[in-house]
């Protein structure tokens, strides 16, 4: 298909993505039981403004006229996240029948819509009890329970549902969790639970997608990982030294488990005791054959040496130019780098960039237009640098820009903007922002490009 950007393959897929914490709301409705978002964001001084998602989007209520603009948008694909709490409340054990309802209402209208539901498993809110129960992903039986959940929701809606991610990015939420204390369960400087969490994600990851695939006929089965090529901040070799053991730590410790079934020796040797115990065969359970790779990326990574985040002994610089409302650097040949990158190391066989973005504070204008300029300049630049990729032969098969509408940003509340739809999370109402006619001009498929 040809639009305003270039050609692309035909059948790619046009999308956008949330998260169910995010955007969902209701916390106490339907059967849901408690997570650990839900008790992070009620921790005092935890999120910027003392914000959560109690109510976020209210999507939960709202998710009729949710779809709708998702047709305005002209998307083919939907990627959104299901909430384990709503579906098990304590984490295993009894169904909670309203939960699944719930989803399988989103996913009827989806596909009424005609748009294809890319499901994830996991996007960071586990539930409370099972975090209660032996500190959660620190311990190995939890990997039982995820196989729980990932049976439960695939006989659910494995005759609708064809796309399963089992993790969304799990290094951010293990590192953020356990090392960084940005993120639930809010813990700092225990680099060792953050691997050991890691390793039983990823243990996780291998037995969820065995169950998908013996759940769900014509399934595909992948993982979305934040990879990020690392840049030297100078030829110091220091900094060369840094931005290896940035790679190793954000990208090959990843790439190379899941991809090869081994962790990167380089890694192994500087994580030293604080890797997890590793049992015999875990490396095997946690490789199995992926249907798509998802990539999530947002900006470049500049690495110097630096003191702090010991052992990986990095600091990121930020180059002068244009930046975000995260602070991040604006560099769309990000994009084209990391898909070279994946694609000659690692040749995964179908990649989809799951989320693509930019927070900025957007306001509603006296015209009732949100004239989100940057953003649309954003994505039309980023997606040069895709179509570029794509036509250097690397199997990209679809793009999600994150976020369908503006929700809850983790630690720093409601304040960065990411959506193609604004939302006044006061009285809820919904503004297409100008990035989301642009956006649905390139999704557009009969957008005849002379
Ligand atoms: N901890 N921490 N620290 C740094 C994290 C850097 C990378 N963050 C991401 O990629 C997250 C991804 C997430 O899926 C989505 O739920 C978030 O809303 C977006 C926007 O932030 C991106």
Redesign the pocket.
């Known amino acids: 298909m040809k639009n305003a950007i270039g050609e692309f393959p035909e059948g790619f897929l046009w999308g956008a993505a949330t ?1 169910a914490y ?1 955007i969902e709301g209701a916390v106490t409705e339907g059967g849901r039981g408690k997570n650990i978002w839900d008790t992070f964001t009620h921790t005092p001084g935890a999120i910027k403004n003392g914000e959560n998602g109690d109510i976020a989007c209210d999507h939960y209520h709202r998710w009729r006229e949710d779809i709708a603009l998702m047709q305005q948008l002209n998307l083919d694909a939907y990627r959104f996240s299901i909430a384990w709490s709503r579906i098990l409340p304590q984490g295993r054990g009894t169904v909670n029948q309203a939960g699944l309802d719930f989803y399988s209402r989103l996913i009827d209208g989806l596909l009424e819509a005609g748009i294809q539901p890319f499901v994830t498993l996991y ?2 809110d586990l539930p409370q009890a099972l975090q209660d129960e032996g500190k959660g992903w620190l311990r190995r039986g939890i990997v039982e329970d995820f196989v729980q959940y990932t049976d439960v929701v695939t006989r659910a809606f494995g005759d609708r549902v064809k796309h399963w991610t089992t993790f ?2 799990p290094g ?1 939420f293990t ?2 969790g356990y090392v ?1 204390g ?2 639930a369960p809010g813990w700092r400087m225990q680099p060792g639970a953050a691997l050991t969490a890691l390793h039983h994600v990823f243990l996780a990851h291998g037995a969820s997608a065995q169950v998908i695939r013996e759940n769900v006929p014509q399934s595909q089965v992948g993982i ?1 990982l ?1 990879i990020n090529v690392a840049e030297p901040a100078s030829e110091a070799p220091e900094d060369v030294a840094a931005a290896l053991r940035f790679d190793g730590m954000q990208n090959r410790w990843f790439l190379d488990a899941l991809l090869r079934g081994e962790y990167p020796a380089d890694m192994v040797a500087l994580f030293g005791e604080q890797m997890p115990r590793i049992e015999t065969g875990d490396m095997q359970r946690m490789a199995v054959p992926l249907d798509y790779l998802g990539i ?1 990326i ?1 900006r470049r990574s500049v690495i110097a040496h630096g003191d702090e985040l010991v052992p990986v002994n990095y600091c990121r610089v930020l180059p002068p130019g244009e930046h975000t409302l ?1 602070g991040w650097e604006v560099y769309p040949k990000c994009i084209y780098d990391i898909l070279k990158y994946v694609n000659e190391r690692y040749g995964p066989p179908k990649i989809y960039i799951t ?1 693509n ?1 930019i ?1 900025l504070p957007d306001e509603v204008s006296p015209d009732g237009h949100v004239h989100d300029e940057r953003r649309i300049a954003y994505l039309r630049d980023h997606l040069t640098y895709l179509q570029r990729a794509i036509a250097e032969g690397v199997p990209v098969r679809g793009y999600f820009v ?2 369908l509408m503006d ?1 809850f ?3 720093l509340g409601f304040e ?1 903007r ?1 959506g193609l739809i604004y939302v006044d999370h006061q009285t809820q109402q919904r503004i297409m922002k100008d990035s989301g006619y642009f956006y649905a001009d390139i999704a557009k498929k009969e957008t005849a490009v002379k």
């Open positions: 998260a995010q996007h960071w969304n990015e951010v590192w953020g960084l940005e993120d979305v934040d999530n947002y995260m989320e973005g927070a994150w976020t929700n940003e983790w630690a960065p990411f």
